[in-house]
């Protein structure tokens, strides 16, 4: 089992900046893959930010040149850098995680969510 565990959430003004993080831990021997989704209220979950364990990286149109995605592959840990948010933004943020397991098996994991609202 896998668990993912990103806080700092919160509530920011329309462009400002917020960092989160999250951190995987359990059954991991390699962790091939991190992404960050979002859920608007009435809206599906949607991938906006996603990074591999060797570095490519993908980002949705609605955050390009704004969000950054970076991993600590020696702490299995992703960031995520938001700047210039706007109200749009306000979302229920989730980290998801691609890893393989040490006996060899390939799981993929969900955060609890956080809640990221963007208002003045």
């Known amino acids: 089992q896998v668990h993912l565990v990103a806080p700092w959430g919160g509530l920011v003004q329309p462009w400002g900046s917020l960092r989160l993080s999250c951190a995987a831990s359990g059954n991991i021997f390699r962790v091939n893959a991190m992404g960050w989704y979002r859920q608007a209220p009435g809206n599906q979950r949607e991938l906006f930010a996603h990074m591999s364990r060797l570095g490519s990286t993908y980002y949705a149109c609605s955050v390009q040149g704004r969000f950054t995605i970076s991993m600590d592959n020696a702490k299995d840990t992703m960031y995520l850098r938001m700047n210039s948010l706007k109200p749009e933004d306000t979302a229920v943020y989730y980290c998801?995680?691609?890893?393989?397991?040490?006996?060899?098996?390939?799981?993929?994991?969900w955060g609890q969510g956080t809640q990221v609202t963007v208002s003045s």
């Open positions: 998801n995680a691609d890893t393989t397991s040490r006996t060899g098996f390939l799981m993929q994991s």
